[in-house]
């Protein structure tokens, strides 16, 4: 069973930053790819940015130039660093992963999400 266990979320002013942690355990063979989505209220689940386990990156427009997303491939984690917030950034993201897992029969490639993880930015 693979879990995935994110942190980081909170209330920040405009302008501030955060960082998003996303960590996976369980029966993990290996790392496609990772990465982060959020879902407003009352709008549908949108990408913010994704990476490979080579650190290819893939970033939602209004994305670009203020997040910046890594991965640590050693310690499965994921992570989103946060600039400049605005209050549309208000939203609960969530944390993606495509995972090659151990099962009984071999191995599996999987997709995996998260719990989810306020993040508000307000004055």
């Known amino acids: 069973q693979v879990q995935l266990v994110e942190s980081g979320g909170g209330l920040v002013q405009p302008g501030g930053s955060l960082r998003l942690s996303c960590t996976a355990s369980g029966s993990i063979f290996s790392i496609n790819g990772m990465g982060w989505y959020r879902q407003a209220p009352g709008k549908q689940r949108e990408l913010v940015a994704t990476?490979?386990?080579?650190?290819?990156?893939n970033y939602a427009d209004s994305m670009k130039g203020r997040f910046t997303i890594s991965i640590d491939n050693a310690k499965n984690t994921v992570y989103l660093q946060m600039n400049s917030l605005k209050p549309e950034d208000t939203a609960v993201y969530y944390c993606n992963a495509d995972l090659i897992v151990l099962v009984a029969t071999g191995r599996l490639l999987d997709d995996y999400w998260g719990q989810g993880t306020q993040v508000t930015v307000s004055s």
């Open positions: 990476i490979t386990s080579g650190g290819a990156t």
